[in-house]
């Protein structure tokens, strides 16, 4: 598996990169442009919306390409981490067990952030606890990944580790992890400033739901893609 | 895994693996099964090597300052704090 990895762990960042920038053309790019708009201090009846699905977001051609590369290139570095993770559980994986892993993902990098911080378009949250917003981020995805191995994986982990079967079929483990997947939201996200600005709230929930149904298909794809790379050998 | 002595042996050995894993739940490593030791240390390295790139690559993209105009849309879609 580990000769496979990193053929596997790019072709999926590639595939993932595709399916996010579509859906971040069709979906996310005309609220941004709207938003963008309503940032500058223009009223939302002034707005014309561009015509055809795809008008914003080639519109500037050099932003384009850059959004598509950097959402490759996160798509690149996500897949990397659910690699390490396939890897570090060492079992046989397949498309299935893969889409798993993307359900883990989505859940750990986008949802559980998302209900502390919701996804905003620009213009949404400008400026104020950048720096602790960005901790709380990281922490969430910590403590939600490490609680997800402990309540689902603790089996496959704890006996590489040399943990007695007694302590890793105990109910610890289950309550550790239940607390890690809550102590982000007990502790609270950062205030940030939303209501302040100049966005209407049925565009930050358009917002909001379409960015997570776009990581959800991120998050299939990099793991359906993985889980068929990684396991297509060991049915020989 | 690739430092066993041959292909086939090893998706064999991988497949033996998840079977036994799948019967007990559980990692039976055996004491005297090195082959498994040498496979088990290259893919515990490889995967730690994985993560911390992985880790490393997010917080370039995700989070640098120097980023952040040409990664801009794509920190929004993807719900990084970005201003």
């Known amino acids: 598996m580990t000769k496979r990895l990193f053929p596997a762990v790019l072709i999926a960042g590639l595939a993932g990169g595709m399916v996010v920038s579509i859906l971040q053309a069709i979906l996310l790019a005309p609220l941004m442009d709207f938003a963008e708009f309503l940032e500058m201090g223009a009223r939302a009846e002034d707005y014309v919306a561009p015509k055809g699905i795809f008008t914003i977001a080639f519109s500037n051609l050099e932003m384009a390409i850059n959004t598509f590369a950097f959402d490759t290139l996160t798509a690149l570095a996500f897949a990397l981490i659910m690699a390490a993770g396939i890897l570090f559980q060492g079992r046989a994986i397949n498309i299935k067990t893969g889409l798993m892993w993307g359900l883990f993902g989505w859940f750990a990098f986008s949802l559980a952030p998302a209900l502390g911080q919701p996804p905003v378009p620009p213009g949404g949250s400008a400026y104020i606890d950048l720096e602790a917003r960005q901790l709380w981020w990281w922490l969430c995805v910590a403590s939600t990944s490490i609680g997800i191995v402990l309540l689902v994986f603790i089996g496959d982990w704890a006996g590489e580790c040399g943990i007695q079967a007694g302590i890793r079929n105990g109910w610890w483990p289950k309550v550790a992890g239940a607390v890690l997947v809550l102590l982000p939201h007990i502790i609270g996200a950062p205030e940030s400033s939303q209501q302040a600005l100049n966005i209407p709230p049925n565009l930050s929930r358009d917002f909001a739901l379409y960015s997570l149904i776009s990581t959800f298909a991120f998050w299939q794809t990099i793991g359906g893609v993985l889980g068929f790379m990684l396991g297509r050998g060991d049915k020989k | ?83």
């Open chain 2, 1 to 83: 895994m690739t430092i066993n002595s041959g292909k086939t042996n090893n998706h064999a050995n991988s497949n033996a693996m998840a079977q036994s894993l799948k019967q007990t739940n559980a990692m039976p490593l055996a004491s005297g099964a090195s082959a498994h030791d040498i496979s088990r240390t290259n893919r515990v390295a490889t995967a730690t090597f994985a993560l911390a790139l992985g880790l490393c690559l997010l917080s370039v993209v995700g989070y640098a300052q120097a980023t952040h105009d040409v990664a801009h849309d794509a920190r929004h879609t993807f719900s990084f704090p970005c201003h």
